[in-house]
């Protein structure tokens, strides 16, 4: 009788939907369906500049992985960012570029000069953006999907682009290693 029901109690666990995380506040869907494909959640963490919690940065793939390579072989790709506070549209695209240029070789900053400079175009035609605003950053193809709350704003053409996106996060020297190791699952 006691094994019955402790078999009754395992199944009913086992059938209950996958609860969203919570990051920093922000609830996450565990899978989002992107080019027709289901990614899932591989990590989430807290982007912090200062003392100020800027966003939450959450990592979807095909599958889950636990370094950059891998990231990087995963397509299509969403890196998420949920605001935790306003923020000028140029600051957020100005700290894009910076990591960019921190996280990358002269030489690979320089090759995705001009993808970068259409990606601060797309940025700062958001304007303002407030606390709770959804960039989404997705790697489809070979193009860059750069949306705001859920509006496509722009698409960038090229894989060094992303690729460069995803080191500000993932690098062996990220902009915040605690960030990277969240995103990367750990």
């Given amino acids: 009788m006691r094994r019955n029901f402790l078999m009754v109690c395992l199944s009913m666990l086992l059938t209950l939907p996958a609860l969203a995380a919570e990051v920093g506040g922000v609830k996450l869907d565990d899978k989002v369906s992107l080019s027709g494909k289901e990614l899932v959640l591989n990590g989430a963490g807290i982007r912090s500049k200062f003392v100020f919690k800027v966003y939450v940065a959450s990592l979807y793939l095909p599958a889950k992985v636990g370094d950059l390579a891998g990231v990087l072989a995963a397509n ?7 605001l935790l506070r306003d ?5 957020l695209a100005g700290a894009l570029v910076d990591g960019i240029k921190e996280t990358s070789t002269s030489e690979q900053a320089a090759a995705v000069k001009p ?4 990606l601060l175009s797309i940025m700062k035609s958001v304007g303002q953006a407030k606390t709770g605003d959804i960039v989404t950053m997705d790697f489809v193809g070979a193009e860059t999907l750069v949306a705001f709350n859920g509006q496509t704003k722009g698409k960038i053409a090229g894989e060094p682009l992303n690729a460069a996106l995803m080191r500000i996060w993932l690098a062996d020297k990220p902009v915040q290693a605690d960030l990277r190791k969240a995103m990367l699952g750990g």
């Fill in 87 to 91: 923020l000028p549209a140029d600051d």
């Fill in 76 to 82: 299509p790709r969403r890196v998420q960012l949920n």
């Fill in 115 to 118: 993808q970068t400079d259409q």
